[in-house]
């Protein structure tokens, strides 16, 4: 009888004689089963605890989702630092961007799952779109967000948009990064069952291997955002305004396009659909990305 190994994360903790909790920490391990009561041999099983830590005292829990969040905006505030640093900006004006943009990106996240993905559901009970908490967020909403945002921000204070535009796309890609990497330890937009080798069975969802569709989506979008900054870095004296912005458009709405194909519809209306919500949406910033490629020669620095 072989054995099935998953990797765990489990939360240790820490209570004082009268039970009351005095403290936690956490520990990655390995679990070994029986294979005959646990998933296919020869894929990796995926079963983490999507509880990062317990905050001591309060008992709340710090979900690694959240904390991707976090450190998306973390992360990608550093790198707009960078931009704004090199090209003259101040500190002041990335602390007005970043306010627009936390805020734009999850009402953005936020409103884009209600009404892209239950839209029965919120409609009929409109108050739940601020349950927050209880998890829905779409990344085609946050780009929609995000980019009203930019628009709010150049308005109140008089920054040139194609240029909001462009940084934010440079940046965009390491915060999706982060994103999908919450939705691994979530055990969620995972893929659709398939044998190829490095299929990983998520233990929360069935027995099946399935495509690592979340490992998929971050690889790429690390290597995009690697790919972004470069030409930021190299060529951004000589690319006409809108261009960064089309390019990233192009590039990650393509491949979210195709990576849906291998990937589990996130509401069962999609299953009567020949493309997904995904796809659908992805579409039309494929076409404007291709868009603002062609015309941002109109728009070359002077």
């Given at each position: 009888?072989?054995?099935?190994v998953?990797?765990?994360?489990?939360?240790?903790?820490?209570?004082?004689?009268?039970?009351?909790?005095?403290?936690?920490?956490?520990?990655?391990?390995?679990?070994?089963?029986?294979?005959?009561?646990?998933?296919?041999?020869?894929?990796?099983?995926?079963?983490?605890?999507?509880?990062?830590?317990?905050?001591?005292?309060?008992?709340?829990?710090?979900?690694?989702?959240?904390?991707?969040?976090?450190?998306?905006?973390?992360?990608?505030?550093?790198?707009?630092?960078?931009?704004?640093?090199?090209?003259?900006?101040?500190?002041?004006?990335?602390?007005?961007?970043t306010?627009?943009?936390?805020?734009?990106?999850?009402?953005?996240?936020?409103?884009?799952?209600?009404?892209?993905?239950?839209?029965?559901?919120?409609?009929?009970?409109?108050?739940?779109?601020?349950?927050?908490?209880?998890?829905g967020?779409?990344?085609?909403?946050?780009?929609?967000?995000?980019?009203?945002?930019m628009?709010?921000?150049?308005?109140?204070?008089?920054?040139?948009?194609?240029?909001?535009?462009?940084?934010?796309?440079?940046?965009?890609?390491?915060?999706?990064?982060?994103?999908?990497?919450?939705?691994?330890?979530?055990?969620?937009?995972?893929?659709?069952?398939?044998?190829?080798?490095?299929?990983?069975?998520?233990?929360?969802?069935?027995?099946?291997?399935?495509?690592?569709?979340?490992?998929?989506?971050?690889?790429?979008?690390?290597?995009?955002?690697?790919?972004?900054?470069?030409?930021?870095?190299?060529?951004?004296?000589?690319?006409?305004?809108?261009?960064?912005?089309?390019?990233?458009?192009?590039?990650?709405f393509?491949?979210?396009?195709?990576?849906?194909?291998?990937?589990?519809?996130?509401?069962?209306?999609?299953n009567?659909?020949?493309?997904?919500?995904?796809?659908?949406?992805?579409?039309?910033?494929?076409?404007?990305?291709?868009?603002?490629?062609?015309?941002?020669?109109?728009?070359?620095?002077?």
């Open positions: 009888m072989g054995l099935c998953s990797l765990s994360l489990e939360i240790i903790k820490f209570k004082s004689l009268d039970g009351d909790s005095i403290g936690a920490f956490f520990i990655y391990g390995f679990m070994f089963e029986p294979q005959h009561e646990c998933m296919p041999s020869n894929f990796f099983v995926w079963n983490p605890n999507p509880i990062f830590f317990t905050i001591p005292m309060i008992n709340w829990p710090v979900r690694w989702y959240g904390l991707s969040w976090a450190l998306a905006f973390f992360v990608s505030n550093i790198f707009m630092g960078r931009i704004f640093k090199a090209e003259k900006r101040t500190e002041s004006q990335l602390d007005s961007l306010f627009y943009i936390v805020i734009a990106t999850v009402v953005g996240a936020r409103l884009g799952h209600c009404f892209f993905y239950d839209p029965e559901k919120y409609f009929a009970h409109p108050l739940d779109i601020l349950k927050v908490y209880e998890g967020l779409a990344s085609h909403g946050a780009a929609i967000g995000i980019m009203v945002g628009w709010f921000y150049c308005r109140k204070f008089k920054e040139n948009l194609w240029w909001i535009f462009d940084r934010m796309m440079v940046v965009a890609p390491i915060g999706a990064f982060f994103i999908r990497f919450g939705n691994l330890m979530n055990s969620e937009i995972y893929g659709k069952v398939t044998d190829v080798p490095w299929a990983i069975v998520f233990t929360q969802v069935d027995a099946q291997p399935r495509h690592p569709a979340q490992l998929y989506e971050a690889v790429f979008y690390l290597f995009l955002s690697i790919f972004m900054n470069v030409l930021w870095s190299k060529k951004r004296k000589v690319l006409g305004g809108g261009y960064l912005c089309g390019l990233l458009f192009v590039l990650m393509s491949f979210r396009f195709f990576v849906e194909f291998i990937k589990e519809n996130q509401s069962s209306f999609e009567q659909m020949f493309l997904n919500m995904g796809q659908i949406l992805s579409i039309p910033f494929v076409i404007v990305g291709i868009m603002l490629m062609k015309t941002s020669v109109k728009r070359l620095p002077k």
